[in-house]
């Protein structure tokens, strides 16, 4: 990134803003939506600039395959502008990064090198971000130890104020009435001697400073609980927004 003088610097600073404001135009986004890229888009690349990583195919097969992140949301954003200097980097970080929720959904493998790519200055701009923990009865080990390194990046070295979790859950045929619920009381039971099928929560309470916390639940249809697991799925299921939701609000949120 250069440091010369560029006319644009010449410019009052008003009149720079809204140039700023005109290039990176979000169209009203304030949630930006960062996913894996095909991968066979990927392969078409001839110098990826951003940093690559492996996901495991969705398909029965569940290949390893190399792809990276790109933005999905529909903008009008020509991000180059902020190449040109150092002090119009500056100016325009605030816009791009801090005024902005960055969602990834389901696609958690993105989150840390998208991240990653970032300067420490750039990514002390992030607030929010906005993220899908996938059904616990639905995921596999590679997807528990993305869950992990996630949290682990989140706590070690970012720091952000807001987080939106959409938590999958699952509701029998029969609904939820004749299955127990968990109050906040239980989860914090349930944390002091650390219950394994709850691991990614516990991963989740690694992540501090957290002032805003949104805890939402996609619900979908899950078979009969006849097991022990499918029967936790489905009682923690109907907790999500209720004794889970204030359970992880005692925990992370900063206190005053």
Sequence with gaps: ??????????????????????????????????????????????????????????????RSLSTTYQLTTDTDMHTSIMGVNRKIYEE????????????FGRDIEAMVPFFSDMTQQTKSLIHEIALVKQGTVYSRDYDRCEWSNLCEFLSKEMRIGSLKLVVEGGRPSLGW???????????????????????????????KGVRSLDVSSEISHCPPSHSNAMELFAAFSASIEKGFADFLRSEMLVQG
Excluded: C
């Design 177 to 207: 009435d004749n299955l127990p619920q968990y109050s906040m009381a239980d989860f914090k039971t349930l944390a002091n001697v650390k219950f394994e099928s709850l691991s990614w929560v516990w991963d989740l309470l690694s992540i």
């Design 92 to 103: 325009t970080s605030y816009l791009l990064y801090g005024s902005h929720t960055f969602s």
């Design 1 to 62: 990134m250069a440091d010369e003088q560029s006319p644009l610097m010449l410019i009052p600073s008003e009149i720079r803003l809204a140039i700023y404001q005109l290039l990176l135009n979000d169209n009203g986004n304030k949630t930006l939506e960062i996913r894996n890229e095909d991968p066979e888009s990927y392969k078409r690349h001839d110098t990826p600039s951003r940093t690559s990583y492996r996901i495991l195919g969705r398909d029965l097969t569940r």
